[in-house]
């Protein structure tokens, strides 16, 4: 029997958090409200939560049946994403932790790739070298995560001084976890950033918990937005599941930082509604009433019933690009899953400009055993993590 503390401990206790929607969706709050997306960026960014819930629901089901070995799913996150992702411009880089590759879908990577990826084929983006669920696309500058946590923010501000220095009006969104911000990373990055005014925008999406510990026991800080403050960082606290609100907060951030006032910090008040990844079972340590709280504050339906009620949405409309966006992604994984695994030759690649001589001489060895041997057992199915 879950106790009202579960809900508190997912509702932040008594921090004030920027909202633009009202919590059914009916309409935005009474209020000036800061810069909002225009008709168009709204139908992005409807297109892009759905996307991703959709393609969620296929990769996890393709997982459960062996066919794609790992996800780290997105869905409760949606307006998180999708409404910071929207606050960035075309020429911006885009840092993302495990969630987030749905950024990279909404900035133009073809959802072709990110299925490639997922399967880890040879048209992998990253050759099969990453763990699934760990994007990458340069032509949209969204560079890759590395799953160690926290370690793409430091890389983040990297980049961002680097633009800075060159006098680029450039900025950079730097993604990462409630958990990523007990990581030396966090700390070293946001220091620099600070200190530097190096035109980055941490948006920390805080989805209750990070694996097994939930957001309330993970810092002592009053909130995670507070956490900007003793790095001379301006924090916000925002409700992650209102898109509005997170684009509004996100575009004053990167605004701010374009015209350099230097980093902001955003905290987006959100909540994983699957497990930690595909190998979670997040009924071992979750309170089945706290998840029932969040499945009512779906940010997908608050969307919905708010572009249903500025005539953007109505159902015909709703199914009608389900119906597209399910016959892409079919399409894409039938493309991919034809597609064979990187060749043995790509494995030494990348990362010297000429590969050492012992490198070299372990793929001819490689080559060598699978023309004798053949190719090993296949592994479908039993990836350990
Ligand atoms: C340095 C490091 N420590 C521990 C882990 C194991 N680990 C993987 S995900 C994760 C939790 C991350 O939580 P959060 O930052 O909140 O992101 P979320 O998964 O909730 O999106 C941990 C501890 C890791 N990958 N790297
Ligand atoms: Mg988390």
């Known amino acids: 029997m879950a106790s009202a503390s579960s809900i508190r401990l997912a509702d ?14 009916s309409g935005l709050l009474k209020g000036k409200h800061g810069p909002l997306p225009d008709r168009e960026q709204l139908e992005t960014i409807y297109r892009a939560m759905l996307t991703t819930r959709l393609l969620d629901d296929r990769m996890l ?50 959802l072709y790739d990110y299925v490639a990826h997922m399967f880890g084929n040879d048209d992998d983006t990253a050759k099969g070298r990453q763990m699934p669920n760990h994007f990458q696309c340069p032509e949209v500058h969204f560079p890759s995560w590395s799953s160690v946590i ?16 060159r006098g680029e009006k450039r900025v950079v969104c730097a993604y990462s976890g409630d958990g990523a911000t007990s990581s030396n990373g966090f700390h070293a990055a946001l220091n620099f950033a600070g200190v530097m005014k190096a035109p980055v925008v941490f948006v920390v999406i805080d989805n209750g918990w990070a694996i097994s510990v939930p957001s309330a026991k993970q810092t002592a800080a009053r909130s995670y937005g507070s956490k900007g403050k003793a790095y001379g960082v301006a924090g916000f606290d925002v409700d992650g599941n209102d898109p509005l609100a997170c684009y509004q907060e996100v575009r004053k951030a990167v605004d701010r930082a374009r015209a350099g006032e230097g980093p902001s910090l955003i905290a987006l008040r959100s909540y994983r509604l699957g497990g930690h990844s595909s190998s979670d079972d997040p009924s071992r340590y979750r309170n089945p009433e706290e998840f029932e709280y969040w499945s009512k504050r779906d940010p997908l339906l608050r969307f919905e019933r708010y ?43 990348d990362v010297y400009e000429q590969p050492p001589r012992y490198l070299t001489r372990q793929v001819v060895e490689a080559l060598r055993i699978v023309a004798e041997k053949g190719e090993a057992d296949g592994v479908a199915g039993k990836f350990p993590l």
């Open 61 to 110: 089901k393709l997982q459960r049946q062996g066919r794609v070995a790992f996800v780290g799913t997105a869905s409760g996150l949606e307006a998180a994403i999708h409404g910071s992702a929207a606050a960035f411009d075309e020429e911006d880089w885009v840092f993302s932790a495990l969630r987030e590759g749905g950024a990279a879908v909404q900035r133009g990577m073809a």
């Open 307 to 349: 572009l249903e009620a500025e005539g953007l949405l109505d159902e015909a409309k709703r199914e009608k690009w389900v119906l597209e966006i399910q016959t892409q992604i079919a399409a894409a994984v039938e493309k991919a899953e034809a597609v064979g695994p990187p060749k043995l030759e790509t494995l030494v690649e």
């Open 12 to 25: 932040p206790g008594g921090i004030q958090l920027c909202r633009v929607l009202r919590e059914d969706g």
């Open 150 to 165: 926290g370690t793409q923010l430091p890389h983040a501000v990297g980049a961002a001084l680097a633009m800075k220095q």
